[in-house]
């Protein structure tokens, strides 16, 4: 049975697997085999060779279970590191902490080639591998043992030269305390930077200047890493909890975490405002871009899934979504989204309304007029309307409804939160750089208006190209 064993300093749990503890292989990996035609065990046809499948996307949904015919299937792994049978039984060994390594461990076979990549895939077998990620982890949440879920790929036998570039891009990420105590949040939010920065030309300006903003809307962002502190606190006591897991408790400790990672010197703050962080985000770099506090911003939004994101959602909307967007703001609030290398797009207006006095139709109502009034628009301008975040019908169908009086029917109507999964404070974010990364990629040339709205208010931002 494997064990879990908490590393006493940093707080977190390690997978230990007793039964094959000597894998010098995985130090020392061979030479790349060539690559070869010939079908594996988790091709199509050979289904046999793999346990029972757990899922399966089959043509119409025919096709008999463990068959040919299907183009995404789901089965558990024949050595897997966790083990479903069994109970934790959590108990102490001297100074340490340790339980069995009670779990599950599946794989996700993505096509029926094994010499498919997911960017060869098209976009309906994304949209199946994502159903069946979906589908599998609100399974796995039935299992009460089950505290997380962690979806990982793979990648072994890389080309030289791509090992090679993976390790340039890693380094930035890497500095000499690692990131081994920050939270999920945090390394999301760093992730997404670094993914921004790597695709921006060498003539970026200096971020150690003091004059790069950097702006992180999250709903909850390092909530989880606060209970966890206070918890091992209660129950440990003071003198057992690690220090390298305080900073995580700190208000601002993912504006504060990214901010010494990629030594950006200018202001940076964590903006938590519900659903609408991510936008709100947006809104308060571009006011200190043009109260002159910075000539440059970066701005993340992320939210990682949890307990607490969960609790919130409450069984309303789509299913709960992880998330992490990057994007930089320069004068005239020019937007290069993560992933584009140069700009791609405008912020062309925004703005807020609280619903506090005046009911949430009310102020989607407004925040949307103003958005369209600063930018010199009118509604049947908008290319498409681009929801994000919402929180099921309930509180989306009022911010519909205010719109419906400024965008003609004809105007498309994107609930993003439905698709991606509700991401909560990093949705706003996320929608901004997939609008401009649209403008970009595919040269669409109206405007598109993004939509946030929860209890407390709504959003409005127009990106146009």
Same mark, same amino acid.
């Given at each position: 049975?494997?064990?879990?064993?908490?590393?006493?300093?940093?707080?977190?749990?390690?997978?230990?697997?007793?039964?094959?503890?000597?894998?010098?292989?995985?130090?020392?990996?061979?030479?790349?085999?060539?690559?070869?035609?010939?079908?594996?065990?988790?091709?199509?046809?050979?289904?046999?060779?793999?346990?029972?499948?757990?899922?399966?996307?089959?043509?119409?949904?025919?096709?008999?279970?463990?068959?040919?015919?299907?183009?995404?299937?789901?089965?558990?792994?024949?050595?897997?590191?966790?083990?479903?049978?069994?109970?934790?039984?959590?108990?102490?060994?001297?100074?340490?902490?340790?339980?069995?390594?009670?779990?599950?461990?599946?794989?996700?076979?993505?096509?029926?080639?094994?010499?498919?990549?997911?960017?060869?895939?098209?976009?309906?077998?994304?949209?199946?591998?994502?159903?069946?990620?979906?589908?599998?982890?609100?399974?796995?949440?039935?299992?009460?043992?089950?505290?997380?879920?962690?979806?990982?790929?793979?990648?072994?036998?890389?080309?030289?030269?791509?090992?090679?570039?993976?390790?340039?891009?890693?380094?930035?990420?890497?500095?000499?305390?690692?990131?081994?105590?920050?939270?999920?949040?945090?390394?999301?939010?760093?992730?997404?930077?670094?993914?921004?920065?790597?695709?921006?030309?060498?003539?970026?300006?200096?971020?150690?200047?003091?004059?790069?903003?950097?702006?992180?809307?999250?709903?909850?962002?390092?909530?989880?890493?606060?209970?966890?502190?206070?918890?091992?606190?209660?129950?440990?006591?003071?003198?057992?909890?690690?220090?390298?897991?305080?900073?995580?408790?700190?208000?601002?400790?993912?504006?504060?975490?990214?901010?010494?990672?990629?030594?950006?010197?200018?202001?940076?703050?964590?903006?938590?405002?519900?659903?609408?962080?991510?936008?709100?985000?947006?809104?308060?770099?571009?006011?200190?871009?043009?109260?002159?506090?910075?000539?440059?911003?970066?701005?993340?939004?992320?939210?990682? %899934?949890?307990?607490?994101? *969960?609790?919130?959602?409450? +069984?309303?909307?789509?299913? !709960? &979504?992880? #998330? $992490? /967007?990057?994007? @930089?703001?320069?004068?005239?609030?020019?937007?290069?989204?993560?992933?584009?290398?140069?700009?791609?797009?405008?912020?062309?207006?925004?703005?807020?309304?609280?619903?506090?006095?005046?009911?949430?139709?009310?102020?989607?109502?407004?925040?949307?007029?103003?958005?369209?009034?600063?930018?010199?628009?009118?509604?049947?301008?908008?290319?498409?309307?681009?929801?994000?975040?919402?929180?099921?019908?309930?509180?989306?169908?009022?911010?519909?409804?205010?719109?419906?009086?400024?965008?003609?029917?004809? %105007?498309?109507?994107?609930? *993003?939160?439905?698709?991606? +999964?509700?991401?909560?404070? !990093? &949705?706003? #974010? $996320? /929608?901004?750089? @997939?609008?401009?990364?649209?403008?970009?990629?595919?040269?669409?040339?109206?405007?598109?208006?993004?939509?946030?709205?929860?209890?407390?208010?709504?959003?409005?931002?127009?990106?146009?190209?």
């Amino acid at each position: 049975m494997p064990e879990l064993r908490k590393d006493p300093v940093t707080g977190q749990w390690v997978i230990i697997r007793t039964e094959r503890p000597h894998r010098p292989e995985d130090f020392r990996p061979p030479a790349p085999p060539p690559p070869t035609p010939a079908p594996c065990a988790l091709c199509e046809g050979h289904e046999q060779a793999t346990p029972p499948e757990l899922l399966a996307y089959r043509a119409g949904g025919d096709g008999r279970a463990n068959g040919p015919g299907w183009r995404v299937r789901v089965v558990p792994n024949k050595f897997p590191t966790l083990r479903v049978e069994g109970e934790l039984e959590r108990r102490g060994h001297g100074l340490y902490d340790l339980m069995n390594g009670v779990g599950a461990h599946e794989l996700v076979v993505e096509s029926p080639r094994h010499d498919d990549t997911l960017r060869d895939l098209p976009l309906a077998a994304l949209e199946d591998v994502a159903h069946a990620f979906q589908e599998r982890i609100i399974d796995l949440r039935r299992d009460t043992r089950f505290r997380s879920v962690v979806v990982f790929k793979p990648s072994r036998h890389l080309p030289d030269a791509v090992a090679a570039e993976m390790d340039q891009n890693l380094k930035p990420l890497v500095p000499r305390k690692g990131l081994a105590a920050l939270s999920r949040s945090a390394v999301l939010a760093a992730a997404a930077i670094e993914n921004l920065l790597s695709g921006v030309p060498a003539g970026l300006p200096n971020l150690s200047d003091g004059a790069c903003a950097l702006l992180v809307g999250t709903a909850f962002g390092h909530v989880e890493s606060k209970k966890e502190f206070h918890r091992s606190a209660r129950t440990e006591g003071t003198r057992l909890v690690s220090p390298i897991v305080f900073p995580n408790t700190i208000i601002n400790s993912l504006a504060g975490h990214a901010a010494i990672l990629f030594k950006i010197t200018g202001p940076n703050s964590t903006v938590t405002s519900g659903r609408r962080s991510g936008l709100e985000a947006v809104l308060r770099a571009i006011t200190l871009l043009d109260a002159g506090r910075a000539s440059r911003a970066i701005v993340v939004g992320c939210e990682e %899934v949890s307990p607490t994101l *969960l609790r919130a959602l409450g +069984g309303r909307g789509g299913p !709960a &979504g992880e #998330a $992490a /967007a990057a994007m @930089l703001l320069e004068p005239g609030e020019c937007v290069t989204p993560e992933g584009a290398g140069s700009a791609a797009g405008r912020i062309l207006g925004g703005a807020e309304r609280s619903s506090v006095r005046r009911g949430l139709r009310r102020a989607a109502a407004e925040a949307a007029a103003e958005a369209l009034a600063e930018s010199g628009l009118s509604g049947g301008d908008l290319g498409c309307i681009l929801y994000s975040g919402s929180g099921g019908r309930e509180e989306l169908r009022p911010a519909e409804s205010a719109l419906e009086g400024l965008a003609p029917g004809a %105007v498309p109507r994107i609930d *993003l939160g439905g698709i991606l +999964g509700d991401a909560w404070g !990093a &949705g706003g #974010a $996320a /929608a901004v750089v @997939l609008a401009t990364a649209a403008f970009a990629k595919r040269g669409l040339k109206p405007p598109a208006m993004v939509v946030c709205a929860d209890p407390e208010g709504a959003t409005c931002i127009l990106v146009g190209g």
